[in-house]
């Protein structure tokens, strides 16, 4: 079982920034493959961003040039930097974990309101 743990949501205004991180338990940590997804009210949850466990990265095009996904294998985190955030950006962000043995795993989500 790998638990995880959203922190860094908030409000902020248009081309302002956000750091999101995501906790997770388990001591293989470094053998998961780590996303970011996000879901608008009334839409259905898409995939942000991608950190695979050799530190591959990948991006939604929505995001490509902004956002930036980032790993710590030795503190069990991953984060993402968020920058020239859009008023479109604002979702629930669900960190997610994909294991080597194909289980997947969602946090419980943070908010993340970009308006003026």
């Known amino acids: 079982q790998v638990q995880l743990v959203e922190s860094g949501g908030g409000l902020v205004q248009p081309g302002g920034s956000l750091r999101l991180s995501c906790a997770a338990s388990?001591?293989?940590?470094?053998?998961?493959?780590m996303a970011w997804y996000r879901q608008a009210p009334g839409k259905q949850r898409e995939f942000v961003a991608r950190i695979t466990r050799g530190s591959n990265t990948h991006y939604a095009d929505s995001v490509k040039g902004r956002f930036t996904i980032s790993r710590d294998n030795a503190k069990n985190t991953v984060s993402l930097q968020m920058n020239s955030l859009k008023p479109e950006d604002t979702a629930t962000y669900y960190c997610n974990a994909a294991t080597p043995a194909g289980r997947t795993y969602w946090g419980q989500g943070t908010q993340v309101t970009v308006s003026s």
């Open positions: 388990g001591s293989i940590f470094s053998s998961y493959t």
